[in-house]
């Protein structure tokens, strides 16, 4: 401890040695390595080496002894390596049930954005609503999902992810109660706006806390799981969505039940299993009880003094769209809307069984996360030299099989194809699809590191914004241009989209090379 009184009577100037205190770290601001800051930050947020402090400023041209030097200089704390308090050395038991808990709130978010479709009958009768509108609640969903992590996405990494999964649980339980005891359609639409806006927590934070208590390294099966919940979820709400609407005496209002029912088990586990893992957050509240305990205002986590402007944090987000996972995460709910019209029309099936048809779309997720394992090797096998780019190798396999699962699906739009061929080609569209959004996952956790959450929240906006707007006219194009054409449009739209992965994987660096932000993550060293 008296090393600790010396440092604090000095200012940490004249020890280059950082001071353990209590399994922490307490650093000067000399000895912070600024490579661990925010790049994000604006210079004029950092105090430069040789800035004078507020004192020395007041007797700047005065001539004073070293008895009268008073330095105000803070003193950082730091979790010294291996402390387990750091989230990036919890237990792997802890690690894991973070995990699936946290994937377990993305199958929910997917179930209950596709499940709803599936009682559009039933709620047009009762609530003596269109078709149309009944599938705008499709679209309010994906609004809120999309629009509302431009501002959550920064507060968790500022404030904390533990109040926001609380805050969200309890929110996203009260809209299925909104929804089933909705009086008309209006209340059903604003309910499923309010879902998508609690729900995107599970999107967005999800892969950010993944990158709290993974190292890179370790990600590939963590991030696969988290994205077999996202694409297998919308397959398995429809799944028993469809059956219980077959029941006549359970029918729209039960799905939301049933799913609440899962919301509940989920909400009881969420304060045993989910602690913070946001460590710059941790370590503010460490710093704020040792000011309180020792009287020592220097003492301060780093956080406390980086933040950042909404418009910088927005601005940058915009920079991480992805127009790829965008339209493929558009053709998928498109896909929603169009298997039940495909298979009641051309093959006769009811709702149940349409329903039933959307397990294709867990065995396509499946399919992708058995082979995400040949993928892990090839990162392994290929991060020294390729980088983040590593992530990539299944992106462009994926490129390929997208427009090929679309055509497929396309023209085996015939009464006299057996459904089965049809139900292949949205596999196949599916193992496309989970490909590409594990591997922009997984990508921009490497390439953006602890903030990943605002990375991805950019993205999400995008991918977001298109399942939005894909349902709303797809029926209308598949009436229109008939089920093949229709199917065709998007299937050569894709094929034009083939280059994207192969253009990131070859040239990524010298691109990542324009981004200052990237850059610096990716030189800076990992955090212990």
């Excluded at 040789?50 to 030097?69: A, H, L, V, W």
């Excluded at 533990?162 to 604003?190: C, D, E, K, R």
Aim: net charge neutral; glycine share 8%.
């Amino acid at each position: 401890m008296d090393s600790s009184i010396d440092v604090e009577k000095r200012g940490g100037r004249d020890n280059d040695t950082p001071v353990d205190m209590n399994g922490l770290v307490i650093k000067s601001g000399d000895q912070v390595d600024s490579s661990d800051l925010d790049p994000r930050l604006s210079l004029s947020s950092r105090r430069a080496a040789d800035e004078p402090t507020s004192r020395q400023t007041e007797k700047e041209g005065n001539s004073i002894d070293d008895n009268d030097t008073v330095v105000d200089e803070p003193l950082y704390i730091e979790f010294e390596q291996g402390d387990q308090r750091n989230p990036v050395n919890f237990s792997p038991a802890r690690k894991w049930a973070i995990t699936w808990l946290s994937s377990f709130s993305t199958l929910l978010a997917a179930s209950t954005a596709a499940g709803y479709s599936m009682g559009f009958e039933s709620m047009c009768d009762e609530l003596h609503c269109t078709h149309f509108r009944a599938t705008i609640g499709l679209s309010t969903f994906t609004l809120g999902f999309g629009v509302v992590p431009l501002f959550t996405a920064s507060f968790s990494e500022e404030f904390g992810r533990q109040p926001l999964y609380i805050v969200s649980a309890g929110g996203f339980f009260l809209t299925y109660i909104l929804i089933a005891l909705a009086p008309n359609i209006h209340a059903v639409l604003v309910g499923r706006f309010l879902q998508g806006a609690f729900g995107s927590t599970w999107a967005t934070m999800v892969g950010g806390t993944i990158a709290d208590i993974w190292m890179p390294q370790q990600r590939g099966l963590p991030m696969s799981i988290f994205a077999i919940a996202a694409l297998g979820g919308t397959g398995f709400g429809p799944v028993i969505g469809g059956w219980i609407e077959m029941n006549p005496k359970l029918e729209w209002k039960w799905i939301e039940w049933v799913l609440m029912i899962l919301c509940g088990l989920y909400i009881l586990m969420l304060p045993v299993i989910m602690k913070e893992t946001r460590s710059s957050i941790l370590l503010r509240r460490i710093a704020q009880k040792m000011r309180a305990e020792t009287g020592n205002k220097r003492y301060r986590a780093r956080v406390e003094d980086e933040r950042l402007s909404m418009r910088t944090m927005i601005f940058y987000r915009a920079l991480a769209q992805s127009l790829w996972i965008g339209f493929a995460w558009g053709v998928t709910y498109a896909l929603i809307e169009s298997i039940p019209l495909t298979f009641e029309v051309l093959h006769g099936f009811n709702t149940g069984q349409i329903g039933t048809v959307f397990a294709a779309m867990i065995v396509g997720s499946g399919i992708g996360y058995i082979s995400n394992t040949y993928q892990e090797r090839l990162y392994h096998a290929n991060i020294e030299k390729r980088g983040p780019e590593a992530r990539l190798y299944g992106a462009c396999f994926a490129a390929v099989l997208l427009p090929a699962g679309m055509f497929l699906y396309a023209w085996s739009s015939f009464s006299y194809v057996h459904w089965i061929v049809p139900v292949i080609g949205i596999t196949l569209l599916i193992w496309a699809t989970y490909i590409i959004y594990l591997a922009v996952f997984t990508y921009l956790a490497d390439a953006y590191g602890p903030f990943a959450s605002s990375a991805l929240a950019g993205q999400s906006l995008c991918r977001n914004l298109a399942a939005m707007a894909f349902p709303l006219f797809t029926t209308q194009m598949f009436e229109k241009l008939g089920f093949t054409w229709a199917g065709t449009l998007f299937a050569c739209i894709a094929t034009l989209m083939i280059p994207i992965p192969f253009i990131l994987f070859f040239y990524g660096p010298s691109i990542r090379a324009h981004s200052t932000f990237s850059r610096q993550v990716l030189e800076s060293k990992p955090v212990s």
